[in-house]
């Protein structure tokens, strides 16, 4: 897709603050209200913008334990696959999944509030899908970067 400056500097500015309003956002790309408006409706409409959230402190609302697993299946059909996808997909501790090349199938990022309870989780229900023959967690220790922000200006 072909993006004007304008539009990487809207896009830029959502975010950063999704709770920007259009006037907030004309004012600093120097447009008025209704092409900005335009612009952004054109931009959810293409599927550019997919949603506007709120982003929530984990470790306020004591969910501080993040676990980064590499999950290797005993199979790797499409049948395997879909099932251990759909699987996954019903965990709300399981806020990332990729299929990633390499010695794993899939890497999983799970949130929970402790190590207690991603042990519960391990063995009530990932370690419970048929198709998954290894699991090898890593414990985050330090979060050193965090963004939900993609590299929007090194595509100008």
């Known amino acids: 897709m072909d993006l004007s400056a304008t539009d990487i500097k809207i896009l830029t500015l959502l975010q950063q603050d999704a ?19 335009r ?13 506007k959230v709120a982003l929530l402190n984990a470790e306020k ?7 980064f697993a590499r999950i ?3 199979q790797n059909d499409e049948a395997s696959l879909h099932t251990f ?4 997909r019903q965990f709300p501790e399981v806020v990332e999944c990729y299929t ?5 199938d899939y890497f999983l990022k799970i949130i929970t509030r402790d190590i207690k309870r991603y042990d519960q989780f391990l063995r009530r229900h990932l370690l419970q ?16 970067k965090y963004t939900t922000g993609l590299p929007l200006e090194s595509q100008l």
């Open 100 to 104: 990633v090349t390499g010695t794993a």
């Open 39 to 51: 612009r952004i409706n054109r931009l959810e409409k293409e599927g550019v913008i997919g949603k």
């Open 61 to 67: 609302l004591g969910m501080g334990l993040v676990i």
């Open 85 to 88: 996808e759909e699987r996954v």
């Open 72 to 74: 290797s299946l005993s």
């Open 19 to 37: 709770s920007l309003t259009v006037a907030e956002i004309a004012e600093q790309v120097n447009l008025s209200v209704s092409p900005c408006w």
């Open 129 to 144: 899908i048929p198709q998954v023959r290894d699991v090898n967690s890593n414990v985050a220790v330090t979060q050193v």
